[in-house]
């Protein structure tokens, strides 16, 4: 298994489950949308407050958040209201993961809106655990961004020129991207375990995923890296796009919201094929044979540890005296 067939295996995987992508996009929409309204009103009373207001919807520029950040100061009101919203939309995110990993894995069944909603309300609690352990996974990204700014602090000082200085940022933001891909694909691949063995032992999967993805990076991660690229192309080429439509007439606002979510639209459908490109990695590690855990109850076993099914699970079924 390379990372190069694991992602033509991910898109089959995501090409037979095209109505699951159509159901995750669209209850990804509604769960954004409830958090977008509240973020809207917070981003225009804001532009309102900064010269760069009224290019906001024409040109976005980063000046625009930095004069925001500048002139109004603490917004604590703001991220009060921000934080919940952010941990709604991505306790959503999460549960609708469930499902799509739960799909993916099973694509040799006949797809059905239940068994998508099965897997979203099974695997949902593990994978928010998985979430909240998975700042272990970033802690490399925190140290390494620590590091080079107070090494290059120290060895070019304040009057830093700007050969250096460019340098410097340059081998930052390149380190910085490859550990957070670490991070996400740790996740991804402690997700794919938990999902593969039916385990809830998230803490411990997750420890597993960043250890393999540690010892083999180029295949671990050759998958995110080619999906990142491919979604930073189409991202440059949407925002060329999007800053020549003029969004203050009806019908080209119509045409603007239709790329917006035709855009949406393609990175599930990534996420689709770089999840199933890990599951397909995560079962070649594993053995071409490997199967599930099963659950087990004590109360369906017969005395020799066979499974009993039926009338055989009932102890009077077999006494003489029954019946």
């Known amino acids: 298994m390379n990372a ?29 949308l ?32 930095l004069e925001a950040a500048y002139r109004v100061g603490p917004l604590d009101w703001a991220v009060f209201i921000l934080v919940p919203l952010l941990m709604l939309l991505h306790v959503g995110v999460v549960y609708l993961n469930g499902g799509a990993l739960h799909v993916l894995r099973r694509d040799n069944e006949a797809y059905s809106p239940a068994l998508f909603w099965g897997g979203a309300g099974l695997y949902f609690w593990r994978f928010l655990r998985v ?4 700042v272990l996974a970033w802690v490399p990204l925190f140290v390494v961004n620590g590091a080079i700014r107070k090494g290059a602090g120290k060895i070019w000082g304040e009057g830093m020129v700007g050969g250096p200085v460019f340098v410097a940022t ?56 080619a999906l990142a690229i491919l979604f930073g ?8 796009v999007a800053n020549f439509v003029p969004v203050t007439v009806m019908p080209a606002a119509i045409l603007m919201i239709v790329l917006q979510q035709a855009f949406i ?14 599951i397909e990695i995560d079962a070649a590690a594993r053995g071409e044979g490997h199967e ?32």
């Open 34 to 65: 409830v958090a977008a309204v509240p973020l809207a009103g917070i981003g225009i009373t804001q532009a309102a407050r900064t010269r760069y207001g009224d290019e906001l919807l024409r040109d976005f520029d980063l000046m625009f958040v």
């Open 265 to 278: 639209l393609m990175r599930i459908s990534l996420r689709f094929i770089g999840w199933g490109a890990v």
């Open 170 to 225: 340059q081998v930052r933001i390149a380190l910085l991207v490859l550990l957070a891909g670490y991070a996400v694909s740790v996740v991804d691949y402690a997700r794919a375990r938990l999902a593969a063995e039916n385990s809830r032992r998230a803490f411990k999967q997750l420890i597993a995923a960043m250890v393999f993805v540690a010892r083999r990076p180029w295949l671990a991660m050759g998958p995110w890296a």
């Open 131 to 134: 979430s909240l352990y998975s």
């Open 4 to 32: 190069l067939r694991a992602l033509i295996l991910g898109w089959e995987k995501a090409k037979r489950r095209k109505r699951a992508v159509a159901l995750y996009w669209a209850f990804h929409t509604l769960i954004a």
């Open 292 to 323: 599930p855990e099963q659950e087990v109850f004590s109360h369906v076993h017969g005395g020799d540890g066979s499974l009993r099914a039926g009338a055989e699970a009932d102890p009077e079924a077999e006494s003489p005296a029954a019946g």
């Open 233 to 240: 192309a189409v991202s440059a080429l949407y925002l060329k």
